[in-house]
């Protein structure tokens, strides 16, 4: 079983539709929590952090149960730009991030 | 400013041989570390650096890696005796410490291909 396991995907969604991410984390310890983006051949860029209040950034909302051991993403009013992969993201110890295999996201016009 | 660059870009290679992938990262940032993304492998971290302390070398796959970082700055990565399952993109992070919501950035990494 892998250490971060996220929705397979790929997602395909029209333009102004609200999209979820489901992740889970199998490591009770785990310290901290993201969400970064990563498009087409290119590097990974964190999109937010994760923290157990819930947190919020324009149409992107993010939370955290850590008694559930599962992190979400909700993107509201997809736009064309938000077309990437969605990697989930867990630090055990000491900044090692640990990554889940990525959902992919098409939003269609 | 600057953010981390990686060299070369893309690196094509044969079994057998020897291959040093360079990573610059941003002014300041005293963490570094190593990743690397292959097909159904997704991204893997590979080692990690922190100031004067010891390198975590926990997650090289095996001893034909290695890395260092010299001066507190640039690191190498070395691979030896390349075999075709070490193809992949191998991204080098850097951040201003190894604390627990630090910020990540990535290079543009370095595509390595072994024939």
């Known amino acids: 079983r892998k250490e971060v396991e996220q929705d397979p995907g790929p997602f395909n969604v029209p333009e102004g539709a609200t999209v979820a991410f489901n992740c889970t984390y199998s490591?009770?310890?785990?310290?901290?929590f993201f969400w970064y983006r990563q498009d087409c051949r290119k590097e990974p860029k964190l999109l937010m952090s994760?923290?157990?209040s819930g947190n919020e950034d324009g149409r992107f909302t993010a939370q955290l149960n850590r008694a559930s051991q599962y992190i979400s993403l909700l993107i509201r009013d997809s736009k064309l730009s938000d077309s990437a992969t969605y990697l989930c993201v867990v630090n055990n110890q000491g900044g090692k991030l640990i990554f889940g295999q990525g959902t992919e996201l098409s939003v269609k016009p | 400013g600057a953010g981390v660059s990686q060299s070369p870009s893309n690196k094509v290679t044969e079994k057998g041989k020897d291959v040093e992938l360079r990573c610059d990262p941003i002014?300041?940032?005293?963490?570094l570390y190593w990743y690397r993304q292959s097909l159904g492998q997704g991204l893997e971290f590979l080692i990690y650096?922190?100031?004067?302390?010891?390198?975590?070398k926990s997650g090289l796959p095996s001893d034909r890696f290695s890395a260092e970082r010299t001066g507190g700055s640039v690191s190498t990565l070395t691979i030896q005796r390349t075999q075709q399952e070490d193809s992949a993109v191998y991204l080098c992070?850097?951040?201003?410490?190894?604390?627990?919501?630090?910020?990540?950035?990535f290079g543009p990494g370095t595509r390595l291909t072994v024939l």
């Open positions: 992070a850097s951040s201003l410490s190894t604390g627990s919501y630090n910020e990540q950035f």
């Open positions: 994760v923290y157990s």
């Open positions: 490591n009770s310890a785990s310290q901290s």
């Open positions: 002014s300041g940032h005293t963490a």
């Open positions: 650096f922190q100031g004067n302390s010891a390198p975590d």
